[in-house]
């Protein structure tokens, strides 16, 4: 089988978030990511202007080699990458892997979080302002849409939880249980 060279590239940007892909062809790579109409979600994140650089060089025989060998570089380093590279079991068990790393070092990740956070606060604050502004609407919608409450209220989704604290609702509940048994008492003597 005929060998390619496959390259692990990060792109930086000016907010020192950093995306992590692989390519054949790491020039062209930038040039596209550059376009800001073919930009992925992930490299969206990342405040211009951009710097690329290849981390790792190397022969392979299967393109699948190489994304699990991007997604072993994204498990592995800070990134801002939301798509996977690698997804089927082998992915599955890198993710618990991450999954496990990162509950057994909690308290290092939130401090890592926190870190970059107040670093970069008025990027991500800016980031957070445009976000909501375009999604405006779409959480207004979401936060005012209605369920039905076990005790057989309609309830304003971020109301329920408060709710749940009434006598209305405890009430409710009791009033049911009750109407229940009658139900089921009925139903017996019925049967008799
Ligand atoms: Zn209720």
Known sequence: MERFTGYIYTITGACGGVYIGSTLRPKQRLCEHLKTGKMM?????LQSPLKMEVIDTRQYKLKKTLRLVE??????NECVNIQRAYTN??????????KKDY???REHY?????KNYLENKEY????NRQNYHKNKEIYNERR???VECECGCMIIKRRIAEHRKTMKHRNNLIAKEQREIRERVFKMRKNK
């Open 110 to 114: 939130r401090e890592l979080k926190r």
């Open 89 to 98: 079991r082998d992915g599955m068990i890198y993710k618990n892997l991450k």
């Open 124 to 127: 991500y604050n800016e980031k």
């Open 144 to 146: 005012n849409v209605r």
């Open 41 to 45: 979600r992930s490299v969206k994140l």
């Open 71 to 76: 997604q072993f570089f994204i498990d592995n």
């Open 103 to 105: 509950l057994k070092n």
